[in-house]
Nanobody, 131 residues
């Protein structure tokens, strides 16, 4: 069982930056692949970024490539999402999620993007970007 708590959201002007954190409970954090998703009212939850259990593999949705960076510190049981050059369309509730069975290689390539593959979710943190 893993409990996830996000923090770091807030209101920022377009072009600004925010750093989201997701703190995980439990001693098995290093075994989980982690992901960030976001959701706006009336739309499905959208994949943003993912990182493998060791941190050696990362994936991003095209709209955030070059602006967002996902990272993790397994010693601190924490995953981060550094968000730069924020745009109004980045406004959403951001969720972190943990996948205990992500696999490797091509299997992980597809699994990372599917919200249904993640077993544990945080409560979400609101990010609002004003234009």
């Amino acid at each position: 069982q893993v409990q996830l708590v996000e923090s770091g959201g807030g209101l920022v002007q377009a072009g600004g930056s925010l750093r989201l954190s997701c703190a995980a409970s439990g001693r098995t954090f290093s075994r989980y692949a982690m992901g960030w998703f976001r959701q706006v009212p009336g739309k499905e939850r959208e994949f943003v970024a993912a990182i493998s259990d060791t941190g050696t593999t990362t994936y991003y949705t095209d709209s955030v490539k070059g602006r967002f960076t996902i990272s993790r510190d397994n010693a601190k049981n924490t995953v981060y999402l550094e968000m730069n050059s924020l745009k109004a369309q980045d406004t959403a509730v951001y969720y972190c999620a943990a996948d205990p069975d992500a696999g490797t290689g091509i299997r992980y390539y597809y699994a990372a993007r599917r919200s249904s593959n993640y077993d544990y979710w945080g409560q979400g943190t609101q990010v609002t970007v004003s234009s």
